[in-house]
């Protein structure tokens, strides 16, 4: 029989009988390596997990095991599920290792044995960084450099409950069957430690490197694979660090985990409106805030525009960072046909601060706020907060969770709130301190009362 031939793409795992020079789904160069087809087909089969019987499986609640790192705990869904296997994604330096030592140094604390491998660093390397973090104990085992061999050795030999794997594009399995970081290769050796871990009841680590450009760069194709995927984000020149969860078996996926990177590692920020407003003694024009919603938490954010006479009328640049630009274009037209004021001659610029994104509707007035304020060259009031949803006759829809995002609004010290008429009556919610709401119907009425 002719050996079936198979070409892989090392970016993105395309799989295709025939080569090509440029990959038909990523359209990366040069990427397709020829695969063993068969032996794909073996690694499939050799993942074997036996059948059990739904009556059989108890049905005692998940004792997850709470770190205490509360922003890491958050994204987890309140914990680690023992057992689980979580895959942390990330560019290189944004914090991964460091993450994981501080991590390992609770576990171990707690009387747990971590396994950690690294294939990245000496053991030296890790010492040292370990040093750093003030982590420093005999429950912590090191493998560096090693194989998927030898890393089932250790597993047997020492029985670790916590396994990390740092990274996944290290760790070869047997010699020369596989190239090595190539998709195929680290989708068969997470098989083999999902498995060992699944088997040893060992809960599991694993750190992907995500490249700049690529989301779908190799751990992409790991995430249907393991219970939860995580990623780490940040800008390297800043020292602010997001945590946020993908995909989570065990917990909500829009939780996100806020921390600083420090010189003695990753310090959780509890109070994250704090960042990401820019502390200022008054408010351009141009600027609102708005308490955005994190999974089950407001936070402040601030939304940013910039509105100037265009070089370029009647094409003037829109451009948005952080927001939906087909949802800005949508908010202008809407001012344009409402308000009659002429954004058709302005450049328009909308940038939510901090590098993050808002993808809320609720944000909606608090945009066209900033637009308007921006246009006008007049300053939103300091104090005032605007929640609602624009629809496209310009009438102001009600929001989910309008009282979580008031509370924290108060908290933060602010004390007048335009929210949508329906959700006027909201007052009683909402913690007895001396606060006004102004309730609008639509954003004339918006723009006549709050604005002018
Ligand atoms: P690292 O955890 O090695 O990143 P990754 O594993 O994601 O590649 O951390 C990278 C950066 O963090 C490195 O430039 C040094 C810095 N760092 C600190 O600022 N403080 C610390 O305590 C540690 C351990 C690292
Ligand atoms: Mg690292």
Known sequence: MKKKIL?????????????????????????????????????IDSVRIKPVKLSDIDNLEIKREITGLQEFDRVLGGGIVPDSIILIGGEPGVGKSTLLMEVSGILSKKNKKVL??????????????ANRLGVDSEDILLLTMGSLEDLKSAITEYKPDYLIIDSIQTINAKKGSMLPGSVSAMR?????????AKRNHITGFIIGHITKEGHIAGPKTLEHMVDAVLYFQGEIKSDLRILRAEKNRFGAVDEIGIFQMTKDGLKPISDPSLVFLQQRETIEPGIALFPAMSGMRAILIEIQSLVTESPFAPNPRRICVGFDSYRMSMLISIIEKKLKLPFYKSDVFLNIAGGITLKEPAGDLSAAAALISSYKNKAVPQDLLIIGEVGLTGEVRPVSFVELRV???????FSKFVVPAAQGNIGAALPSVDISLFPVENLYEFYKNITS
Do not use: H
């Not at 020079?21 to 073996?42: H, I, L, R, S, Y």
């Open 7 to 43: 070409f892989e793409c090392i970016e993105c795992g395309y799989q295709g009988p025939k080569y090509f020079g440029k990959c038909p789904q990523c359209d990366a160069w040069n990427t397709m390596t020829e695969v063993d087809a068969e032996k794909e087909k073996q690694d």
């Open 116 to 129: 950690y491998y690294s294939g990245e660093e000496s053991a030296v390397q890790i010492k040292l960084r």
């Open 188 to 196: 068969f050796v997470t098989g083999e430690i999902i498995e060992l």
């Open 407 to 413: 509370k924290e609004g108060i908290r933060q010290g």
